[in-house]
């Protein structure tokens, strides 16, 4: 089963080919999303990776949060899926 992770804290020069890169020396990525602001195009400095199994997601989480990533302490963890986010928006 796919596992989502949240990484936040990115840069605002981050592109999706950065983190799929990053998260690829762990495993298998699936997708990639940064999360762009619809005006301007810069990264908003959040986004979304998807990897296939979930022990790779595990040690992405465990190898990337808090680490230095384009000048930046990453923030990663896994996703919330949409049953337990708040509907605060």
């Known amino acids: ?4 992770i949240y990484v936040g804290n990115l840069s605002y020069e ?3 080919s950065d983190l799929e ?12 999303n940064v999360v762009k602001d619809r005006d301007s195009g810069r990264a908003r400095g959040f986004g979304f990776v998807e990897m296939q199994k979930s022990n790779e997601a595990k040690e ?3 190898n990337f949060h808090e680490k230095d990533f384009m000048g ?3 923030i990663v963890n896994l996703a919330k899926n949409d049953k337990t986010r708040s509907n605060y928006r």
């Not at 089963?1 to 989502?4: G, L």
Request: proline fraction near 0%.
């Open 21 to 32: 890169t990053l998260f690829a020396k762990v495993g298998e990525v699936i997708a990639v």
């Open 60 to 62: 992405a989480i465990s």
């Open 1 to 4: 089963m796919n596992t989502k």
């Open 14 to 16: 981050v592109e999706n």
């Open 72 to 74: 930046r302490s990453l």
